[in-house]
């Protein structure tokens, strides 16, 4: 499909990247979604990156890491994207080179979702139900603490125990794994 | 950094990952980022979290919308899904991955059974006068490629019907294809609240594959009549400019045991605006000649899947 005119039918340098964003796309949406906090700001990032990545497919180089390029030109439409929408209450750019600077590698977040999958089963349902909430059907604390019959400020607090929780329980994990 | 600079910047991040930073707090807490490579460490932690826990969780969404089951406190094994594009640029793949994490849900899901399937096109070439037409449909809802009906046999048995689809043998080519175009203005829009996805699933077989084999399932999504979108195809310059989605999936089969027909599955959200769907099916070889040997397709279906958005 990559090939219109059916000149030669292989998979070109575009669509080999293609695959390889498909692939590893699980690691992009990580390093995006850590530095845009906003949903659709991080889906108009991933997609930006994804039509670039495919426009300099050519310049990739096979063997090194694509995860590594890619995250390369995401740090790049991140800063682009937060240019244009000059928000006063975001990262600053100089934050956000830092960071982009000390991302941990593809491999420890690999490792660190595996991690996650068991320490999710760790925490009780209502905290389940909390996460679920928040990060699957996308609900504000306000609409979370009615249906949940908590004070938004109280779901802000599970929430952020939360992911402290998973946090020390992934680190934990790798430690014994090592 | 002591517990109480700990639990602040925690507090920060935190705020930061949900998207209620004030002003001030963003500069505070750019400042200790851009300062402290503690800091960055502590960040990227509770970050790199914050986005796997949304996967997981999407991901278990989106084996509700597909009419999976979900299992109470159950581990569900990795498998490849669907990736839900919840925008519609132009020219964005986000094809199937495996996923390398998928978590059941114990809570209720308000749009598990919320999914209306339909199937638009169900083909096992049956007609013995199907001939192969040129490479791109001109109209919809026929067959165009090198395709032709040939009769099941011992070696190579139907999947359904007495009859299968022969990819035509073309040695210069790596691979051949199967073209056809869904015209959506045959069926009626989906409501404000449902996402309209197609889902195209075909059987393939090759009695000689070898690591270089490929079979594969191109969708792509136009906003011209089918009739008009033969000229957008072939125009390779401006292609990306113009289509609305696509996915692609190459399918590598496996070596092992004796050869055996293998189902490709692929599904896309369908953006508003598509007039037609180009559904193309491909055999071949990551190798010259790949298209000399003899490949076979059968049990092709294409569904239009509607199903409600997620709750926001």
Not at chain 1, 93 to 98: G, K, L, R
Not at chain 2, 147 to 171: D, T, Y
Not at chain 2, 243 to 272: C, D, F, T
Not at chain 2, 275 to 294: C, E, H, I, T
Request: negative net charge; contains cysteine.
């Amino acid at each position: 499909m990559t090939n219109p005119q059916d000149r030669t039918e292989a998979p070109n340098a575009t669509e080999e990247v293609q695959l390889l964003f498909v692939r590893h796309e699980n690691s992009i949406r990580a390093f995006v979604r850590a530095l845009q906090p906003s949903l659709s700001d991080a889906d108009d990032v991933i997609q930006e990156t994804f039509l670039t990545v495919s426009r300099k497919a050519s310049t990739f180089e096979r063997g090194t890491n694509f995860v590594a390029w890619s995250c390369g030109i995401a740090r790049l439409k991140v800063l682009e994207n937060l240019r244009q929408k000059k928000r006063a209450n975001v990262l600053s750019e100089a934050a956000i080179i830092a960071l982009s600077e000390d991302a941990p590698p593809p491999e420890s977040l690999s490792e660190m979702q595996d991690a996650l999958e068991s320490c999710l089963e760790r925490l009780t349902a209502k905290v389940r139900d909390l996460l679920w909430r928040r990060y699957s059907r996308r609900q504000s604390s306000t609409e979370m603490a009615e249906e949940a019959g908590m004070t938004s400020i109280a779901v802000r607090v599970a929430l952020s125990k939360a992911r402290g929780a998973l946090r020390d329980c992934i680190n934990s994990q790798i430690q014994s794994t090592r | 950094m002591n517990e109480k600079d700990n639990n602040e910047l925690d507090a920060l991040i935190d705020a930061s990952l949900d998207g209620r930073l004030s002003e001030v707090e963003a500069e505070r807490l750019s400042l200790r980022i851009e300062e402290s490579s503690d800091a960055r460490k502590r960040y990227w932690e509770l970050a790199s979290v914050h986005g796997m826990i949304e996967q997981s969780m999407q991901n278990a969404l989106l084996r509700a919308v597909n009419g999976e089951v979900l299992v109470t406190n159950a581990k569900v094994p990795s498998r490849f899904r669907w990736s839900r594009i919840t925008s519609v640029a132009a020219a964005v793949l986000f094809g199937i991955f495996t996923a390398s994490l998928v978590w059941a849900c114990a809570v209720p899901l308000v749009s598990s059974t919320q999914r209306v399937s339909r199937e638009v096109v169900f083909e096992s070439f049956e007609d013995p006068e199907m001939k192969p037409l040129g490479r791109f449909p001109t109209t919809a809802n026929k067959w165009f490629g090198g395709i032709l009906s040939v009769p099941g046999k011992g070696g190579v048995p139907a999947v359904e019907g007495a009859r299968l689809g022969k990819f035509e043998n073309v040695p210069k080519h790596r691979f051949t294809y199967a073209r056809y175009v869904v015209d959506l203005d045959d069926y009626a829009e989906p409501s404000d609240e449902h996402i309209r996805s197609i889902e195209v699933s075909s059987s393939f077989f090759s009695p000689d594959l070898d690591p270089t084999s490929v079979f594969r399932i191109d969708v792509a999504a136009f906003r011209e009549l089918p009739e008009a979108v033969q000229p957008v195809w072939i125009d390779r310059e401006h292609f990306d400019d113009v289509v609305l989605q696509r996915v692609g999936r190459n399918y590598s089969p496996e070596l092992s045991g004796q050869p055996a027909w293998h189902e490709v599955k692929l599904m896309m959200e369908i953006p508003p605006g598509t007039k037609s769907v180009v559904v193309s099916l491909g055999s071949g070889k990551r190798a010259p000649g790949g298209a000399g040997s003899d490949r076979y397709i059968d049990a092709v279906r294409i569904h239009l899947v509607d199903t409600s958005k997620p709750v926001e």
